[in-house]
Nanobody, 118 residues
Framework: QVQFVESGGGLVQPGGSLRLSCATS????????MGWYRQAPGKQRELVAS???????NYADSVKGRFTISKDNAKSTVYLQMNSLKPEDTAVYYC????????????WGQGTQVTVSS
């Protein structure tokens, strides 16, 4: 069974940093791309950052230069380093595996809440 378990969220002041982690199981991690998505209240889920199986990365314009996605194949874990956080980054963050065409693999996990507020 494919599982994604996100952690590392919390309450942080504007300008602060957080590092999210996503532990995966049930998939051959190294052959899939991974993506971090977020969903704010009343809004659709959006792709924030993605990384291919070969390590190529891509970011939404809203987070470019502030967020960094990385992965550890040995630990089957993907990370999202978030710096210079803004109140508009407040959302539930999810990770999931992605095929080359962007289709997601497996079911969404519980996500981790990130709240940016003073």
């Amino acid at each position: 069974q494919v599982q994604f378990v996100e952690s590392g969220g919390g309450l942080v002041q504007p300008g602060g940093s957080l590092r999210l982690s996503c532990a995966t199981s049930g998939i051959i991690f190294r052959i899939y791309g991974m993506g971090w998505y977020r969903q704010a209240p009343g809004k659709q889920r959006e792709l924030v950052a993605s990384i291919t199986s070969s390590g190529d990365t891509n970011y939404a314009d809203s987070v470019k230069g502030r967020f960094t996605i990385s992965k550890d194949n040995a630990k089957s874990t993907v990370y999202l380093q978030m710096n210079s956080l803004k109140p508009e980054d407040t959302a539930v963050y999810y990770c999931i595996a992605r095929q080359r065409d962007g289709a997601v693999v497996g079911l969404w996990g519980q996500g981790t809440q990130v709240t940016v507020s003073s």
